[in-house]
């Protein structure tokens, strides 16, 4: 079974504080994704990565940055953190390999609930 | 660009009637289609994909079939447990794209 491990799993920040979000998946994955999850939107894409080094901007960008040191980490940042970003957020990793076939799935992680007063 | 449709936000059955969610798509590109369940306090998982073989997918009693006419691809199961009250979400990937998108999601509720 894959496995995707998320840190923290609960955040409380401050407004204009900085929020690092930690992800690690042991699948040997080359794409990775980060999505929020709120009431009435689903989820929604804020960055993914091909594999290391690289992140691309999902659907809703603004107020974050990515960062794939490695091919096992990748990590969300937001710099300045608003209270518009309280949310539960995901990771998620999925193989390129196998599009359309057995293995065309992500994986999420537990999913990190991030409250900004 | 791409996106994902699912019309109803909440779905509310008794047990035994048959479950049906609504998802219809767009894309520039032939997409694969996939849903995924999320139980109360749990992470997001994949219970069924379409196919490039295009077999239809089925998975716990539930399947869907992917109707590129309509641009739809319904999930449905016969007889609705308990244990599927969930969250379900659709999503797409294009073929030429690692780029997931999900809908709004629909959660079920099957009663009693």
């Known amino acids: 079974e894959a496995a995707v491990t998320q840190s923290p799993r609960n955040k409380v920040a401050v407004t204009g504080g900085k929020v690092t979000l930690s992800c690690n998946q042991t699948?040997?994955?080359?794409?990775m994704y980060w999505y929020r999850q709120d009431t009435g939107h689903g989820l929604r894409l804020i960055h993914y990565s091909y594999g290391a080094g690289s992140t691309e901007k999902g659907d809703i960008p603004d107020g974050y940055k990515a960062s794939r040191p490695s091919q096992e980490n990748f990590s969300l940042i937001l710099e300045l953190a608003t209270p518009s970003q309280t949310s539960v957020y995901f990771c998620?990793?999925?193989?390129?390999?196998?599009?359309?076939?057995?293995?065309?799935?992500?994986?999420f992680g537990p999913g990190t609930r991030l409250l900004v007063l | 660009g791409d996106s994902v449709t699912q019309t109803e936000g909440l779905v509310t059955l008794t047990e035994g009637l048959p479950v049906m969610l609504n998802c219809t798509y767009q894309s520039t590109y032939s997409p694969f289609l996939f849903w995924y369940v999320q139980h109360l306090n749990e992470a997001p998982k994949l219970l069924l994909k379409?196919?490039?073989?295009?077999k239809r997918p089925e998975h716990q009693g539930f399947h869907a079939t992917l109707h590129k006419s309509s641009s739809s691809f319904h999930l449905q199961k016969s007889s609705a447990q308990l244990s599927d009250s969930a969250l379900y979400y659709c999503a797409l990937r294009g073929s030429n794209t690692n780029k997931v998108v999900f809908g709004t999601g629909t959660r079920l509720q099957v009663l009693p």
């Open positions: 998620a990793s999925g193989d390129a390999t196998d599009w359309g076939g057995y293995q065309d799935t992500q994986y």
């Open positions: 379409s196919f490039t073989d295009n």
């Open positions: 699948n040997n994955h080359n794409n």
